[in-house]
Nanobody
Framework: QVQLVESGGGLVQAGGSLRLSCAAS????????MGWFRQAPGKEREFVAA????????FYADSVKGRFTISRDDAKNTVYLQMNNLKPEDTAVYLC????????????????WGQGTQVTVSS
């Protein structure tokens, strides 16, 4: 049974930082591309960042480039999202996702999803 469990969300002031974690089980983590997406109320789910298996190549949405960093620890089957200089527009539920193969910015390409963790940035 595949499980992706996110943690680390919360309430933070603008300019602050949070580190999200996603612990995976039931997948071959070391061969999985991992992604972070977010969804704000009334909005579509949008790509945030992804990290490819093996090479560790990273990809970011323009809106978070330079502020967010995605990383992975294959020994712990965990992917992280370090979020710095947070802005109110970053407020959303952040979801972890995995897929077999190369990186993708499209949510339909990801096979497995976590339940999400809420991030709220106050102004």
């Amino acid at each position: 049974q595949v499980q992706l469990v996110e943690s680390g969300g919360g309430l933070v002031q603008a300019g602050g930082s949070l580190r999200l974690s996603c612990a995976a089980s039931g997948i071959t983590f070391s061969r999985s591309t991992m992604g972070w997406f977010r969804q704000a109320p009334g909005k579509e789910r949008e790509f945030v960042a992804a990290i490819r298996w093996s090479s560790g190549t990273t990809f970011y949405a323009d809106s978070v480039k330079g502020r967010f960093t995605i990383s992975r620890d294959d020994a712990k089957n965990t992917v992280y999202l370090q979020m710095n200089n947070l802005k109110p527009e970053d407020t959303a539920v952040y979801l972890c996702a995995s897929r077999w193969g190369g990186a993708s910015t499209t949510n339909v390409d990801y096979a497995y999803w976590g339940q999400g963790t809420q991030v709220t940035v106050s102004s």
